[in-house]
């Protein structure tokens, strides 16, 4: 069983930047992706990078501000956010597939991705 530590999430302002990481317990392939879930809403896509990073795929409200990279070396996923808004407020989830995608429908979506991190809560105040 693979499991995902997450750090990194906390309380900023708008305008303010965080870096989330995310370590796998155990190194395999597979694509990596960031989703997040805002209190009353349905988890949503935010960020994937495949198995040696060589293309990455974004939610359209986070394109420009954020950015998903990984150093395989330390076998972690990192999510740079900047210009963080309040409706970026958020748990954010980090999440691995079984298999490397190279498409960008499949790589968005919750059911592709078999492990899930806890969570860690990013709060942007105005």
């Known amino acids: 069983q693979v499991q995902l530590a997450e750090s990194g999430g906390g309380l900023v302002q708008a305008g303010d930047s965080l870096r989330l990481s995310c370590t796998p317990s155990?190194?395999?392939?597979?694509?990596m992706a960031w989703f997040r879930q805002a209190p009353g809403k349905e988890r949503e896509f935010v960020a994937s990078?495949?198995?040696?990073?060589?293309?990455?795929y974004y939610f359209d409200s986070v394109k420009g501000r954020f950015t998903i990279s990984r150093d395989n070396t330390k076998n972690t996923v990192y999510l740079q956010m900047n210009s963080l808004k309040p409706e970026d407020t958020a748990v954010y989830y980090c999440?691995?597939?079984?298999?490397?995608?190279?498409?960008?429908?499949?790589?968005?979506?919750?059911?592709?991705?078999?492990?899930w991190g806890q969570g860690t809560q990013v709060t942007v105040s105005s």
């Open positions: 999440a691995k597939s079984r298999t490397i995608y190279y498409n960008r429908e499949l790589a968005s979506q919750e059911s592709s991705y078999y492990y």
């Open positions: 155990v190194r395999s392939g597979g694509s």
């Open positions: 990078i495949p198995g040696n990073g060589e293309t990455t």
